[in-house]
């Protein structure tokens, strides 16, 4: 029987959610024969893999120490969407009186505690399809405890041996904790924690302005927290659209986040009024209190206790597990997916390796990791998606592109919704209609970048994209409009020349 193990705060609802993804009452079945598959981690990597090799008939094992579902279920995707959506929700009562809606600022609230308990109750409800129960009713043997190799055809758990054909790894990643002088004695939240506070903070420091740092610090500024955004880098969101990263850092200013850019946390320490954060902005020290101290700066990989060197598997501290193009490690015989092993840390990159794996790895396939294309979503407000290249990317390699660019200040529907805050920035290659990349900031940004990943999918271009009818007044109706521009490149002048001549002759 599997260890008990609970998380704060202990209602109902993560009660159920406990009961679902580490049942405390889980008997971990007894092997029998080898496996086709085994599977360690039970993240969306894992998940995708057991379920699907066992649909198609392999014998597998997946094994979990901790929670079923990983981080997307537990401490990200889920509760971040979840508070994120009563963030946009505040945000837009205390908006309504710019669209004729009539309200008193001064008596809208937060109920913070009624926040974080809606979170739970969806969290538990969905958690259902993550559950060992589930899986095993698929045909899949699921092991609750800390899986070893002990060479590398055999893996450890609860005291049993699984010898398997095939391996994979997803074990994931955590956040990455950095070394600040006080930090650890003074105490800090991180995404695996935030979600189980039940208060408020009243002042948030938030170390790192990621896609993680950035999210939260919108959303708590919006429920009314005094949040500190510290970047170390000249620009939030460094690795996005730097135009696009300028839009959410005005947005966030407006919003009430102080941002701090350039700046380094140097010393945390425990003082009577709270916690207080000294900052090195470029060699000026500043320092100021905070209640609670977020860390979103960066992610580390689960490599630790899995044994790998027994296994063959070769591996580092910060980047994780080495893989080849076919998901494979150094052991053949063992593949990797999801943040274990990829620079692309999202949901739906773990999901389409996990696919990878399964043909790889059971039917001798031969697909590759670098052919996914992988779009990306930063669920601030606006959102910021973006798919394909970047600029500097096509730069490095050697590739001439044309930017077309459509702001969103001119599209009817978003200036009918007061959304014009964005716009659609799509890169071609030079002299065709070919997409490359694409980046774009609205306040759905992330269902709208779909329709470039499927074009840049499918091959289709520019020109082709301008001919598909979009309802009348949508914010897609943007990426037609990125068409038309380009069609409008096409009109060279010997080509309107001969268009006026035979327009002329034919009157």
């Known amino acids: 029987m599997t260890e008990s193990l609970q998380i704060d705060p202990p209602d109902e609802f993560n009660q159920q959610l406990v009961k679902q993804v580490h049942p405390p009452d889980w008997i971990n079945p007894e092997p029998d024969g080898r496996y086709n598959l085994v599977v360690i981690g039970a993240g969306t990597a894992g998940l995708v893999t057991a379920a699907g090799a066992a649909g198609l008939g392999a014998k597998v094992a997946l094994i979990e120490r901790h929670l079923m579902g990983g981080d997307c279920l537990n401490t990200g995707c889920v509760p971040s969407k979840a508070i994120i959506r009563s963030s946009r929700a505040m945000h837009a009562v205390m908006q309504a009186n710019e669209l004729g809606v009539l309200l008193d600022r001064k008596s809208v609230a937060i109920n913070f505690p009624q ?9 538990a409800d969905i958690s259902k399809h993550d559950s060992a129960q589930r899986f095993k009713d698929l045909g899949v043997d699921v092991f609750i405890g800390e899986a070893s190799f002990l060479n590398q055809s055999i893996i450890q758990v609860d005291q049993r041996q699984l010898d398997f054909k095939k391996a994979v790894i997803a074990t994931g990643a955590r956040a990455a904790v950095p070394e600040i002088e006080g930090l650890k004695e003074t105490g800090f939240l991180t995404n ?5 506070l039940t208060a408020l903070p009243p002042r948030l420091a938030v170390l790192g302005a990621g896609p993680i740092g950035c999210e939260l610090a919108q959303t708590f500024a919006r429920f009314g927290s005094e949040v500190t955004l510290i970047q170390s880098k000249p620009q939030i969101l460094p690795r996005e659209d730097r135009d696009a990263a300028q839009i ?3 947005q966030l200013e407006q919003d009430g986040v102080k941002i701090l850019l350039n700046a380094s ?25 905070a209640d609670e101290i977020l860390i979103s700066t960066g ?16 591996y ?3 980047n994780g597990i080495v893989v080849n193009d076919f998901l494979q490690t150094t052991n053949h015989a063992i593949y990797a997916a999801g943040d274990i092993c990829s620079r692309y840390q999202f949901t739906h990159t773990a999901d389409f390796q996990a696919r990878i794996v399964i043909g790889n790895a059971l039917f001798k396939g031969r697909s590759k990791s670098s052919q996914l294309q992988i779009p990306w979503c930063t669920y601030t407000d606006p959102e910021i998606a973006h798919v394909g290249l970047y600029p500097h990317e096509a730069a490095a390699k050697n590739i001439r592109i044309q930017t077309f660019i459509q702001e969103l200040k001119d599209v009817d529907r978003a200036i009918l919704d007061a959304e014009t805050n964005g716009f659609v920035k799509v890169h071609v290659k030079q002299g065709t209609d070919k997409i490359l990349g694409a980046t774009i900031v609205a306040s759905h940004a992330g269902d709208l970048i779909s329709e470039i990943s499927v074009a840049m999918k499918s091959g289709m271009g520019l020109k082709q994209l301008a001919s598909v009818i979009h309802p009348y007044p949508t914010q897609a109706d943007a990426i037609r409009k990125i068409g038309d521009q380009y069609n409008r490149t096409r009109l060279s002048p010997l080509i309107k020349s001969i268009f006026n001549k035979w327009l002329t002759w034919s009157r």
């Open 115 to 123: 926040v974080m308990e809606r979170m739970r109750k969806l969290r």
């Open 192 to 196: 695996e924690t935030i979600f189980s």
């Open 248 to 250: 959410i850092q005005r």
């Open 265 to 289: 946390t140097t010393q945390v320490s425990r003082t009577e009024t709270g916690k207080k954060i000294q900052i090195d902005t470029q060699g000026k020290v500043t320092d100021f209190i």
């Open 299 to 314: 992610r580390a990989p689960n490599v630790q206790g899995l044994n790998l060197e027994q296994a063959g598997v070769k």
């Open 316 to 318: 580092d501290e910060r």
